[in-house]
C-alpha cells in the first residue's frame, strides 16, 4: 500500500472507531449529554487525524534512520503515548470549554482517556499491521 495512502486509511478508521470509544467514556465520566460527549469525542477525532497525519509522518521519518528495524512492544508504547501525550495538549483547553468545566475536571477526564486511548492505540496499531502489513519504514 503506498505509504499516503496508508496513513490516510489508519487515520480515519482509528478515529472513526475512537469517536465511539471517547463519546461513550466522556458520557460516563461527565455530567454532560450524549450529544455534548459525542459532538467533542467528533470534534476531537477531527483534530486527532490532523495530529495523526503530521505525527506519523514524523514518527516513520525517525523510524526509517534506525538501525533496527520492526515495531517492538517498546517502540509501539513509545508511539502511543507520544501520540497521546501531544494530542491531550492540543485538546485540553478545548474539553475544559466544551464541557464548561475548569481545567482539573477537563485534565481528569483527559487522563481517563489517556489510559484508554493508550490501551485502544496500541491495539489498533498491531491489528491495522497485521491486516495492512508494516509500513516500509518498519521492514
Given at each position: ?122 491495539a489498533f496499531t498491531w491489528a491495522f499491521d497485521k491486516v495492512f502489513g508494516l509500513p516500509d519504514s518498519a521492514r
Open positions: 500500500m503506498r505509504p499516503a495512502l496508508r496513513k490516510i486509511l489508519y487515520a480515519v478508521s482509528f478515529e472513526a472507531i475512537g469517536i465511539l470509544v471517547g463519546g461513550t467514556a466522556l458520557t460516563l465520566l461527565s455530567d454532560a449529554s450524549a450529544a455534548r460527549s459525542l459532538s467533542l469525542s467528533a470534534f476531537g477525532a477531527g483534530v486527532a487525524m490532523l495530529w495523526s497525519l503530521i505525527f506519523n509522518t514524523g514518527f516513520e521519518a525517525w523510524e526509517a534512520r534506525q538501525t533496527t528495524r520492526g515495531r517492538s512492544p517498546r517502540r509501539r508504547a513509545a508511539h502511543a503515548i507520544l501520540f497521546e501525550g501531544g494530542l491531550v495538549l492540543i485538546l485540553l483547553p478545548a474539553t475544559a470549554w466544551w464541557l464548561s468545566t475548569s481545567l482539573w475536571n477537563a485534565l481528569t477526564y483527559e487522563a481517563v482517556l489517556i489510559a484508554v486511548f493508550l490501551v485502544y492505540a496500541w
